[in-house]
């Protein structure tokens, strides 16, 4: 541990107690001589201004009075927390078609200075982890004006191609949030020319057009009571419920996966494993069953049993005899 990091992990220590704590205790806490807890104490009395007492009476430190609500000044990190950071930047920078690279370059680089600082090679790190993104569409070219106009809490005007029903039309939005799911990008907005929540797809965005009027703001519950409570990224509330059935084999992967917030899972004496799922729409919800092809069948409802039992048959078809 070094100086640094001893300092934020006294002041952790000491802002997190209402007691005083003996020198003996921080030695042993921070795991460092008498003389090295000494100077980090002095450091943060003399050179960071900490409200550091010594309390004679009860033979310990503590902060005085407010002293707990006290931080160090700056951007103070733990080694640990660094290397985190890093971690989860690289993730933002390649995901998603590294879309975000730009944006986090500038933190990037200054941690790459801190972990230079502590000798802890940030290029090591870097080549350590590795993001591998599957099944990833073009995010288009308007990434940065839908984020823009969403941080900045303002109207677009986009062009936009429908999967559904195969045509492009002109949408006034209130962009609320935009959602990485499955490694693909999607914005949640309100809908002038519907009048209604809705989210889209970012690569079927053929243009987008930042405007100066104020977004319409919508309250979280409502975003989630709507768009966030059905399998997949299809807006709705669920109608239904998705019993599943896998195989032993398939159970050993399928019992820590979660595919949805409320689903209900249920191992079986004979090792297979029952899966209950809400959903609204169910073109997703039965792309994901038949990824695990003959280790799962649907018990219910019988329309989402059909529909799966169709896409079986028709995939057969493609393989006569």
């Given at each position: 541990?070094?100086?640094?990091d ?37 450091l ?37 927390e660094?290397?985190a ?14 879309l ?35 099944n ?6 308007y ?90 990224i ?7 419920e ?9 159970a ?70």
């Amino acid at each position: 541990m070094d100086k640094f990091d001893r300092i934020y992990a006294m002041h952790r220590i000491l802002s997190g107690r209402r007691t005083p704590i003996s020198h003996e205790d921080l030695q042993q806490q921070l795991e460092c001589s008498r003389a090295t807890v000494t100077r980090t104490l002095e450091l943060l009395r003399d050179h960071l201004n900490a409200p550091l007492l010594y309390d004679r009476e009860r033979n310990g430190y503590i902060y005085a009075g407010e002293g707990r609500s006290w931080e160090l000044p700056g951007l103070w990190l733990s080694s640990r927390e660094v290397v985190a950071l890093m971690a989860g930047i690289k993730f933002l920078g390649e995901s998603g078609q590294g879309l975000l690279s730009e944006m986090v370059r500038p933190f990037r680089m200054r941690l790459e200075e801190i972990l230079k600082q502590k000798h802890m090679g940030a290029g090591e790190l870097l080549r350590r982890v590795k993001i591998v993104s599957t099944n990833t569409r073009d995010q288009g070219a308007y990434f940065q004006v839908v984020a823009d106009a969403t941080v900045r809490r303002k109207k677009l005007s986009l062009a936009y191609h429908s999967r559904s029903a195969d045509e492009e039309s002109l949408r006034t939005v209130s962009p609320q949030r935009l959602v990485n799911y499955r490694n693909n990008w999607y914005l949640d907005a309100w809908c002038h020319s519907r009048e209604g929540l809705r989210t889209f797809s970012l690569d079927k965005i053929r243009s987008a057009q930042l405007s100066s009027e104020a977004a319409r703001e919508l309250p979280e519950h409502e975003l989630d009571a709507q768009l966030a409570h059905s399998y997949g990224i299809f807006s709705g509330k669920p109608t239904a419920e998705a019993d599943l059935l896998f195989s032993a084999h398939a159970a050993r992967w399928v019992a820590t996966e979660t595919w949805h917030p409320e689903q209900r899972g249920e191992p079986l004496q004979d090792g297979r494993y029952r899966l209950r799922v809400p959903y609204a729409q169910s073109a997703e919800l039965i792309g994901e069953i038949l990824r695990y092809g003959p280790d799962v069948e649907v018990q219910g409802p019988a329309d989402l049993r059909a529909a799966v039992r169709a896409r079986l048959v028709d995939a057969l078809a493609q393989y006569p005899d």
